[in-house]
């Protein structure tokens, strides 16, 4: 058990030497399977398409005929943006949006202006605008596979539909498509109709993980940076820069996000933008209803240091009117910046594991883990006959990334606070096994031939395939209002403290593990 000691009195020590840290970490991570993989559901933003504010005989071209139309989300930090959410008192049959996994609840707006179609009605119902509707405003459900490595992706993972299984959500916005609903097909048969849009998705304080939510004070340093993914469909638009709200103010970047950059080389399936805030001039932004544009040219860029970050966001548009193909996807959305820390975040702070080679030994890394199932470095509590989710997501060290790895998970247990800790570790089939402390003797919960820059961990062992081919089960977990839907789910069944230790090992016998364990108690 010497083995086992060692980790824990070097955990239990480093929680404490690394508070004086000001090194930025992972606040924002908006990247899961956000919706169930079944069919009969939407992510349309705000629940619902009829949620638009529709504006008509509007004359936005001067052109003097009041006869263009304008369709809104408008802006709102009260009001989420995100899809609708099962199992609330006014939710509709197909809402299934799962806001409470990780960055889930977003918040902003967006409008779209058509130009010459108030006059344009449908049939059905009778009398009603036919541009009273944007074509594709929502989340999707087909977006990237994370277990799928491609060089040729951002972040080396394939955007796409159903691979392993998977359907990972992108955000989407789309006035115009080729031809695809019967708005846009009228758009195209008619000459004289254009478009513009202009949106804005923001993450707030309240909703960051690793201890963000609750910390005293978030600020920009050198290790700071906002990261976007833009994946399937970036056309048509002009402007794209990162927000931050600092106190009440909204500030927008001078920084552009440039998606016809020569990052977009031929082959490439879209491009990843990062940016540290300090080497950006920032001018003030103010969204308010449907006017959520940025005009550039009144604005006044100027050197901002940010004192109390309340929300990030990131800003696409288009402002000039045009008869083009208007299409939006992203995915990916990360902030990492510097946190002051309370007493109940502190354990947060450094999420930078802990690395032993073959000999025992600690050696460094730069490997980080994100807990998914703490409030605030404090342990979930649950009934037994709760369903759960127990979660965990390594950014594995890069000089490991494309080697062949075992993710490895170990279990300690006890029955109450004052019981000594069991130590158990699981198998591929789902399996336990006690553990001796030997770090020779931990078997593989997954064996990976090439290690991608991201793994997430699935640490309770009831496979989401087996949600899926259990319909009763997968009606009652996937959608059920008393289940929270996550990657793993499952019923532990008897009380106790579990911590879950989670990481990887390499073929010379490197093993990489998160230093906070992620602890759930199951209570009577």
């Not at 890394?365 to 998914?372: I, K, L």
Request: with cysteine; proline share 5%; hydrophobic share 40%.
């Amino acid at each position: 058990m010497q083995n086992q000691q060692r980790i824990l009195a070097f955990v239990f020590l480093t929680l404490f030497m690394e508070l004086v840290r000001a090194e930025s970490v992972k606040l924002i991570h908006w990247w899961d399977q956000y919706l169930p993989m079944r069919t009969g559901i939407t992510g349309f933003y705000r629940g619902n398409p009829e949620t638009v504010t529709s504006r008509q005989k509007l004359d936005l071209d001067n052109d003097g005929v009041s006869n263009d139309a304008q369709l809104s989300y408008n802006f709102s930090l009260t009001e989420s943006l995100n899809p609708g959410v099962p199992c609330q008192p006014d939710s509709k049959k197909w809402y299934a949006y799962r806001a409470d996994r990780p960055s889930g609840k977003f918040y902003g707006g967006m409008v779209v202006r058509f130009t010459n179609v108030s006059d344009l009605m449908r049939t059905d119902p009778k009398d009603t605008p036919l541009f009273n509707k944007i074509p594709q405003s929502s989340v999707q459900q087909d977006g990237a596979s994370p277990g799928l490595y491609s060089k040729d992706f951002p972040n080396n993972t394939v955007r796409g539909r159903g691979y392993n299984n998977d359907y990972w959500s992108d955000m989407t916005l789309i006035p115009v498509d080729p031809s695809w609903s019967t708005i846009t097909k009228t758009f195209w048969e008619t000459p004289d109709i254009q478009v513009n849009f202009a949106s804005i998705f923001l993450w707030k304080k309240a909703d960051f993980v690793n201890g963000g939510a609750s910390a005293a004070k978030i600020t920009f340093d050198a290790t700071s940076k906002f990261t976007v993914d833009l994946t399937r469909f970036r056309k048509n638009i002009e402007d794209a820069r990162f927000v931050a709200q600092d106190g009440e103010q909204l500030w927008i970047s001078q920084y552009v996000i440039d998606v016809n950059s020569t990052n977009l080389v031929k082959g490439k399936q879209g491009a990843t933008f990062e940016l540290n805030p300090l080497d950006s001039l920032w001018a003030k932004y103010t969204p308010s209803g449907a006017d959520v544009d940025f005009n550039v040219k009144n604005a006044k860029f100027v050197t901002h240091e940010f004192q109390n970050v309340q929300a990030v966001g990131v800003y696409f548009a288009s402002t000039k009117f045009s008869r083009k193909e208007t299409m939006l996807a992203f995915d990916n959305f990360q902030l990492y910046a510097a946190i002051t820390p309370t007493t109940d975040t502190a354990i947060e702070q450094n999420p930078v594991g802990l690395a032993v080679n073959s000999a025992g030994e600690f050696i460094p890394t730069t490997a980080q883990f994100s807990r998914g199932s703490t409030i605030n470095g404090s342990a979930v509590q649950a009934k037994p006959t709760d369903i759960v989710d127990i979660r965990g997501v390594i950014t594995v060290d890069s000089a490991h990334v494309g080697q062949a790895a075992d993710i490895l998970m170990v279990v300690a247990y006890q029955a109450d606070s004052t019981d000594k800790l069991t130590f158990f570790m699981f198998d591929e089939k789902g399996g336990y096994h006690p553990w001796d402390g030997q770090f020779s003797s931990l078997v593989a919960l997954q064996k990976i031939e090439k290690i991608d820059p991201e793994e997430r961990v699935n640490l309770f062992p009831l496979a989401i395939e087996v949600l899926q081919n259990d319909e009763i089960l997968s009606k009652e977990v996937v959608s059920g209002c008393g289940a929270r839907p996550f990657t793993y789910t499952g019923i532990i069944g008897f009380p106790g403290i579990f911590k879950f230790y989670y990481g990887y090992r390499l073929t010379d016998g490197t093993i990489v593990f998160n230093r906070d364990s992620i602890d759930i108690e199951i209570k009577e």
